[in-house]
């Protein structure tokens, strides 16, 4: 089939790339040309494994083209995939669809003849619906469906989570789109992956609810992380102990640093937004969101007890900035509190990250990037594990550091305590 991704981001770009590496022909289009020009030669505009060996792989054997020209993109393609940015809105919770919108005025424009608009961005429930308005106001109607397909893309996991999901939502009012989809997704449907039928509203709501369920889980651990610490408990067994309930399950009940990324923050934000909207209370979804703001705010106060307030004039060594491991990703990460806060208290601050160094720090007094572990570890007073990577799951303190009053504020628990406190360091961890 002939697929047109408009927009180059994390999801149109993944999306696109594995689309065409399962035998489709997909034009990826943005308006930005230096990053389409990048894209054709094979510089990659975001951080995800193994994602440049399939642009370059696809786009030589030109099944996978980029381009500006969303006219030509759009009449040459038979499904067209909506995968611009829906952030929140900067005076309120609600998700910003100016993009979404714009975008389906343009298509309005370019339509030929039949073809299958695809919303893939997280949108609230309704949104649908308005493109649909909005493209008949230029389009028959039966010269166009508007589909909800919700992504559900792990950054540092997406091809995976691309070609071996969980599930397939899509969400259409008309049967002749459903059977052209599931022929689409046929690949990866007999390899296994569950294909759910639903309307277009509640394929968009699935979405949503995932997101705020996935986002209370997190919470939920690091509120019974806090407890731990006051009751000596290891929060490591809490979580194995609930986890092995099937009912619960052990994904995403890892105690750390507050949910940050493209997705949690804005979607937990917009589902609330649209429920009040319809005079709905989501109460639970609310006190997530709250018990998450302050989570930074809880683990700076560990760190001034740790250190005994006493950060001024001391070196701190951040191992980790991104949100998450193997991404590059930097929307509301924990770290964008606590280097802040940090240095305003006259702490030097050395952070290293696989990610590369990061422009959000560029500004701060006294942070600078490290081009390694052992830069990074140096001289330094503390060192906080902020970010799960995997390049840290193996430091010899000792060789790094001979510091013996070097201290480690172990943020994601990747660490059994008594390793680090038999090589003479003091150690801390979340919830122990």
């Excluded at 393609?77 to 919770?93: A, E, H, L, Q, Y």
């Excluded at 022929?183 to 699935?206: M, Q």
Aim: a positive charge; hydrophobic letters at 35%.
């Amino acid at each position: 089939m002939k697929l047109c991704m408009i927009g180059t981001g994390y999801v149109g770009l993944v999306s696109g790339v594995c689309f065409s590496d399962l035998g489709n022909d997909v034009v990826c289009v943005d308006k930005d040309v230096d990053k389409i020009n990048n894209l054709k030669k094979g510089i990659m505009p975001i951080y995800e494994p193994g994602l440049e060996e399939l642009v370059l792989k696809n786009y030589k054997n030109k099944r996978l083209n980029f381009s500006t020209n969303l006219r030509e993109s759009v009449r040459k393609s038979d499904i067209i995939f909506i995968c611009v940015g829906t952030p929140t809105k900067k005076k309120s919770n609600n998700a910003d669809l100016s993009q979404v919108y714009s975008v389906g005025k343009e298509i309005a424009k370019y339509i030929n003849r039949f073809k299958i608009v695809i919303n893939k961005s997280t949108v609230p429930v309704t949104t649908g619906d308005e493109i649909e308005k909005i493209i008949s106001k230029k389009v028959d109607k039966k010269y166009f469906s508007v589909v909800s397909n919700p992504e559900f893309l792990r950054e540092g996991e997406a091809i995976r989570d691309f070609i071996y999901p969980d599930r397939i939502v899509v969400g259409s009012n008309d049967k002749k789109s459903k059977k052209i989809l599931k022929n689409l997704y046929s690949p990866l449907v007999s390899k296994g992956s569950k294909f759910l039928v639903t309307n277009r509203r509640a394929a968009e709501l699935i979405k949503y609810a995932s997101n705020a369920f996935l986002a209370t889980k997190i919470t939920f651990i690091n509120e019974i992380a806090n407890l731990c610490e006051k009751t000596g408990i290891d929060v490591e067994d809490i979580s194995i102990g609930i986890g092995l309930d099937k009912r619960i399950g052990s994904r995403f009940l890892r105690a750390g640093p507050a949910y940050g990324g493209s997705c949690f923050p804005k979607d937990t934000k917009a589902i609330v937004s649209t429920a009040s909207k319809y005079k709905t209370n989501l109460s639970v979804i609310k006190s997530v969101i709250k018990s998450n703001n302050i989570r930074s705010d809880l683990l700076l106060k560990r760190v001034d007890s740790i250190m005994k307030n006493r950060i001024k004039n001391k070196t701190i060594s951040f191992l980790g900035v991104t949100f998450k491991a193997n991404t590059d990703d930097m929307r509301d990460s924990s770290s964008l509190k606590l280097i802040p806060y940090l240095s305003k208290k006259g702490a030097k601050i050395k952070y290293y990250d696989p990610s590369g160094a990061k422009k959000e720090f560029i500004k701060l007094k006294n942070v600078k990037f490290s081009n390694s572990i052992q830069e990074s570890i140096k001289d330094s007073h503390l060192v906080i594990i902020h970010t799960e990577w995997n390049d840290f799951k193996s430091i010899n303190f000792k060789k790094f550091s001979k510091n013996k009053k070097l201290i480690i504020f172990d943020m994601r628990n990747i660490f059994p305590p008594n390793k680090i406190k038999n090589l003479g360091f003091k150690y801390f961890g979340i919830g122990r």
